[in-house]
């Protein structure tokens, strides 16, 4: 799919704000978000369903340009569009925002994202989120603007404080490849009212409490063929996930990464996250974790939200 068209669908998006005042929705917004919300729900099902790239491209352009019409309807930011399945809306503890993101398979190997955040403030604040993972030089160092967004398909979010203001963690995922896909967390700041992708704050210190490695977000890349479990685990109090290991791949795939049955993370202390090398030492049948996401298909959706079961007749 030509990048510059993308580039072009995006464009449409951005917008200066707009005034509203925050607030109970009246009637007559109510019916005109209730409608958005049905055209939106069709537009995210056939970006995920529909079987023709023209088709899912032309779906994506028009969930653009519908949820930044449904976004002007005065106190929108207090409407869930819970019916719009396709995509997935995270909102922090503090409420300060929400932020939409989608993703668009375009082939076997390319996956675009698409995101905004919509501020909550009495004018509407919307900052449009540009996928350009492809032109990220170190993924795991890079702080990026929303228009050099490392995209990805945010499925938690994290709120903690640092002494130089509150931050959010954002888990996402990211399709990649056919033979690898990708989890990260990344870090969300707020610099004179704009959105700030990265911060270093992901900490490995050595046994005398010396620097080794210091991360601006956490980048994971595994097997299509495995399951990876990534996620803030609230009884804990720590950012869980499986430890990887290098293992041959299929036929063509060469060396790839699997989790080995052990588990490590990052545990909040003053502000940064330390890294906690192993948090269990015993090999487990299967992780710990809050609740599986992305990764448990047949009972859960993409959003790690339940199915619900078929009745037996």
């Not at 499925?155 to 995922?173: I, M």
């Not at 049955?261 to 809050?290: F, H, I, S």
Request: proline share 5%; charged share 25%.
């Amino acid at each position: 799919m030509n990048k510059s068209i993308l580039v072009f669908c995006f464009a449409i998006f951005s917008f200066h704000a707009f005034a509203q005042k925050s607030g109970k929705i009246d009637d007559a917004s109510f019916a005109k978000l209730k409608e958005f919300e049905d055209t939106l729900g069709l537009c995210g099902f056939l970006v995920i369903n529909d079987s023709l790239p023209e088709e899912r491209f032309a779906s994506c352009k028009k969930l653009i340009t519908t949820l930044k019409q449904a976004l002007k309807v005065p106190n929108s930011f207090n409407y869930p569009f819970d019916q719009v399945k396709s995509v997935s809306i995270q909102y922090p503890a503090d409420s300060t925002f929400r932020i939409f993101t989608w993703q668009l398979y375009v082939d076997v190997d390319d996956y675009r994202y698409y995101g905004a955040i919509q501020m909550n403030t009495p004018d509407l604040q919307l900052f449009p989120l540009i996928d350009r993972s492809v032109d990220v030089q170190s993924e795991e160092q890079d702080v990026l603007k929303p228009e050099t967004w490392y995209g990805a398909l945010y499925y938690n979010t994290k709120q903690f404080d640092t002494p130089t203001g509150r931050k959010y963690l954002l888990f996402g995922y990211d399709g990649f490849s056919f033979d690898d896909k990708r989890k990260l967390v990344d870090v969300l700041s707020f610099q004179n009212g704009k959105p700030v992708f990265g911060a270093p704050v992901f900490v490995q210190l050595d046994s005398l409490g010396n620097e080794l490695a210091v991360r601006n977000r956490l980048l994971f890349e595994y097997s299509a063929e495995a399951s990876f479990k990534m996620n803030y685990d609230e009884s804990y109090g720590l950012i869980l996930f499986d430890h990887l290991i290098t293992r041959a791949g299929s036929y063509g795939q060469g060396p790839t990464m699997v989790p080995d049955g052990t588990y490590e993370g990052y545990q909040l202390k003053n502000g940064r996250w330390e890294w906690v090398e192993k948090y269990w030492t015993q090999v487990m049948d299967e992780a710990p974790r809050p609740e599986p996401v992305l990764d448990s298909r047949h009972e859960q959706d993409v959003f790690g939200k339940q199915k619900k079961k078929k009745k037996k007749s």
